[in-house]
């Protein structure tokens, strides 16, 4: 998944390595802002068919790579 | 010595109206910042030697923009926005100036390569599962903007799109400002990219010689249609008030659209001339905007022999290629003879003597005409 | 500023209606022009309501002049211009140096993305007559062409506020005595590229746009064309009739924030409010009316309403968002907005914005709800306000 943000993102000079699991993703962490979520949301829906409804969840579920996953997670298991 | 300015407006309304508009000002280069296909970016000698092209199309020689651009910034930025940016920056810097008082561009095709990307995948996808970034970054006004967010310049910040006019437009605007605030610096830059789907199109429409052609060294060998496709971005910072170092004084341009014939074109060229009190044999050099392609090339011809009286010219295309904003190229060229007083090699042949003053005359198409006075400070 | 501009013409064709006549009945009737995309074919019609033109290209190019496979674009703003020319008296006259100043963001997309359609599978296809338009410029050209304006003509592009800082240029075109007559002003025609751009922002509302609520949910986009023709003093004394106005002040300023975001603060916007009302020589209480760049977006309504607090507390004129009628028409706003800015001197008339219901908790004023005439109508500010923070007001004046 830190590969697809790096791609989605267009992060050059930056390793998925770079990136730590509980590293804020927005502002002070990695940098990211209010355009980057809206490419998140899409990645989402692309690799993991996952459409964020309520875009007010935006900052809770993008808040670092560990939180992404475990969102992921947990919209499989209900699905599955 | 002060010269007016005369604006827009020889009128094709009647026979008669011949008479420019002057507006009393002149205005000077301070510096430039200049991607181009040649070597012209940063502290490098004056046009050493000639880079040239393969047939189809010259693509600008980039510099490593991390040294000019944030990392934050640049994952977003097409190829065009960094060579905005970093013409600039650069520019900028050799002025010595932090914060312009205003930042205009003229751009006749703007973002492209964003443009292109987003309409792909919107008609690929179907409308569905798009991101934004390309479309945001797509806008004409995105060097722009992006300067002066990255300045946090909150000047006047103004963008032209006007085919082959687009940055006679912004160079407009910037002398209207300098008019109303002489001591004002301001950046203003004209930039036009080509894209893969640009050159593509272009082609098809008939614009440039085919894979046949010789490239940018036989561009103007024999009687073929057609050119070869350019790129560039190049920004001046310009002001009113003229210091030591400025390199050039742009003392009088025009404009003039669609003329209807051959001798509306020779009497417009005549009568600005005239509103400068000058003669034909005043002017050291003429840059001319030949292109290659023998259909326009003849104005060029009938002006240099009927109205101009065969002085010293050389051509820039050679050098930059065609697009709609390569004037900013061409004012750059003059500005840089105007400082070295002579023409170097790699772009032809000048006069024996010091250049002091010199006649920039260019027409996209036939469509848009635009012609520049500059002299030497 | 120094020598006045004076507005002579108003053309403009929008949502609400195809001329200046038919826009303001739909405003004294409240009647918006905002509902189900039927024009453009794409797959968010049904979903995402905007302001068309209710006209279709066959209609539109018989009226303009126009073959009907040119951009709607191009249409759009051949039939503003032509009306603002006419109704300026400008036929009459001879000899006068006339420029052309026009604005818009994308051109002739509309016929580039049917290009790319069969461009993209193979690209030895696709109907190169289709993209000859495409330029913002060409656009420009095609209406200048059709009025025969060719003293001066160029075009302007800086997102939302491209029209307004045609205005700008226009009169400072006339100011520097260049030209003696500018047409003003600017255009856009909904296309597939704008909508789905703005959708991938979702700044969109599903319903309609709610400018200045608090439970404002995006923005609605609309489409049209809005000119102005300007006149040095001496052009007005030989037309002869009464102008509508004065352009009394205008200002361009950049928010240097973010790309799309507006800064919290409003600083660009700010500015150039603060700007323009210094070129006019007023002071914030005298304006009676102010059209809200307004366009129900999260985002620009807080910082233009942070703005306005700034400069006009505890003061507030009467304010309203027309794009409540209109939906937001991008490059044709800032010239749409004017025309209805003169119209609102001329008649004594203060537009609503429509469906705001909760005011904005934020903000110590509420925009004007109803329509009011017979009001005394001294001096307006117009907003415009875009992408890459490009900010533009202007002043019209009695």
């Not at chain 3, 051949?78 to 051109?107: K, M, P």
Request: with cysteine; proline share 4%.
């Amino acid at each position: 998944m830190k590969r697809q943000i790096i791609e989605q993102l267009n992060m050059q000079d930056i390793t998925p390595e770079d990136i730590g699991d509980d590293q804020p993703l927005f502002v002070e962490g990695l940098g990211l802002d209010s355009i980057d979520a809206l490419e998140l949301i899409v990645l989402l829906q692309q690799h993991y068919k996952i459409k964020l409804s309520n875009a007010d969840d935006g900052p809770k579920v993008f808040r670092s790579v560990r939180t992404m996953a475990e969102y992921i997670m947990a919209h499989q298991a209900q699905n599955a | 010595m002060d010269r007016g300015l005369p604006l827009g407006c020889p009128t094709g309304v009647t026979e008669t109206q011949t008479a420019l508009t002057t507006v009393s000002m002149q205005f000077y280069i301070r510096s430039s910042g200049n991607i181009s296909p040649q070597n012209t970016f940063g502290q490098v000698p004056f046009l050493a030697e000639a880079v040239v092209s393969g047939p189809g199309k010259f693509s600008c020689l980039e510099p490593d923009y991390r040294q000019y651009i944030d990392a934050k910034m640049i994952r977003r930025m097409s190829r065009i926005i960094k060579m905005g940016v970093a013409a600039a920056q650069e520019c900028l810097k050799a002025a010595g100036l932090q914060m312009p008082d205003a930042i205009i561009t003229g751009t006749a095709y703007g973002c492209l390569e964003d443009t292109g990307l987003f309409l792909t995948k919107m008609v690929e996808q179907q409308e569905e599962l798009l991101t934004p970034t390309a479309f945001i970054q797509s806008t004409h006004n995105t060097v722009g903007a992006q300067i002066a967010l990255m300045l946090q310049c909150h000047n006047y910040n103004n963008t032209f799109v006007h085919r082959g006019f687009s940055f006679e437009s912004a160079l407009l605007d910037a002398a209207m400002l300098l008019g109303e605030r002489p001591a004002s610096q301001i950046l203003v830059g004209g930039l036009d990219e080509i894209t893969g789907y640009s050159h593509e199109l272009l082609s098809r429409l008939g614009l440039y010689k085919g894979a046949g052609s010789r490239g940018s060294a036989g561009l103007f060998s024999g009687q073929s249609s057609g050119t070869i496709g350019g790129e560039g971005a190049c920004f001046f910072v310009v002001t009113g008030s003229r210091r030591e170092g400025d390199w050039a004084s742009v003392d009088a341009m025009t404009t003039f659209y669609k003329p209807d014939s051959m001798q509306t074109t020779c009497r417009y060229v005549d009568s600005f001339l005239d509103s400068q009190g000058l003669a034909p044999a005043d002017i050291d050099l003429v840059i001319t905007g030949r292109n290659g392609d023998f259909r326009g090339d003849e104005i060029y011809r009938h002006l240099l022999k009927d109205v101009l009286g065969n002085p010293c010219h050389i051509p820039y295309k050679h050098l930059c290629g065609e697009y709609p904003t390569s004037t900013a190229f061409a004012i750059w060229l003059a500005a840089r003879i105007l400082q070295s007083g002579s023409v170097p090699a790699a772009a032809g042949t000048g006069p024996a003597k010091t250049i002091r003053r010199v006649l920039v005359y260019n027409h996209y198409h036939n469509i848009h005409h635009s012609l520049f006075m500059l002299t030497a400070c | 500023m120094s020598a006045p501009v004076f507005i002579a013409g108003l053309g403009v064709v929008s949502a609400i209606g195809n001329n200046v006549a038919e826009c303001l009945t739909a405003f004294q009737s409240q009647q918006a022009g905002l509902g189900s995309i039927t024009h453009l074919n794409t797959i968010h019609s049904g979903q995402l309501p905007a302001g068309e033109v209710k006209m279709d290209n066959d209609a539109l190019a018989l009226k303009a002049g126009l073959p009907p496979h040119i951009s709607r674009t191009a249409l759009l703003s051949t039939i503003a211009a032509r009306e603002a020319w006419q109704d300026a008296g400008l036929h009459r006259l001879r000899g006068l140096r006339t420029g052309f100043v026009s604005a818009n963001t994308v051109g002739g997309m509309d016929k580039t993305e049917h290009f790319f359609q069969q461009f993209l599978p193979d690209h030895r296809h696709g109907r190169l007559r289709e993209i000859i338009h495409h330029e913002c410029g060409s656009i420009t050209e095609l209406t200048a062409d059709q009025l025969g304006i060719r003293d001066y003509i160029t075009t302007i592009s800086t997102a939302c506020s491209s029209s307004a800082n045609a205005i700008a240029f226009g009169s400072r075109l006339i100011q520097f005595n260049a030209v003696d007559v500018v047409v003003a002003g600017g255009v856009d025609a909904l296309a597939r590229f704008t909508l789905n751009g703005f959708h991938t922002l979702m700044i969109l509302d599903h319903q309609f746009c709610r400018p200045f609520d608090d439970n404002r949910k995006g923005l609605n986009l609309g489409e049209g064309a809005g000119y102005v023709v300007l006149v040095s003093q001496k052009v007005a004394g030989l037309l002869g009739q009464t102008m509508y106005c004065r352009l009394s002040g205008y200002a361009n300023a950049n928010d240097a924030y973010h790309q799309t975001a507006s800064s919290p603060e409003g600083t660009g916007s700010f500015l150039a409010m603060r700007s323009a009302l210094e070129m006019s020589g007023l002071e914030p209480g005298d304006i009676d009316y102010i059209n809200l760049h307004g366009t129900g977006t999260q985002n620009n309504d807080i910082a233009e309403g942070t703005a306005i607090r700034r400069l006009f507390d505890p003061n507030y004129p009467k304010m309203s968002s027309t794009k409540s009628f209109t939906g937001h028409t991008l490059g044709a706003s800032g010239g749409m907005e004017a025309v209805f800015s003169a119209l609102s001197i001329r008649h004594g008339i203060i537009y609503p914005s429509l469906r705001l219901e909760t005011p904005m908790k934020e903000l110590p004023f509420v925009p004007q709800t109803k329509f009011l005439k017979d009001v005394p109508v001294n001096h307006v500010l117009s907003n415009s306000f875009g992408f890459g923070g490009n900010c533009t007001s202007l002043v019209f004046s009695k």
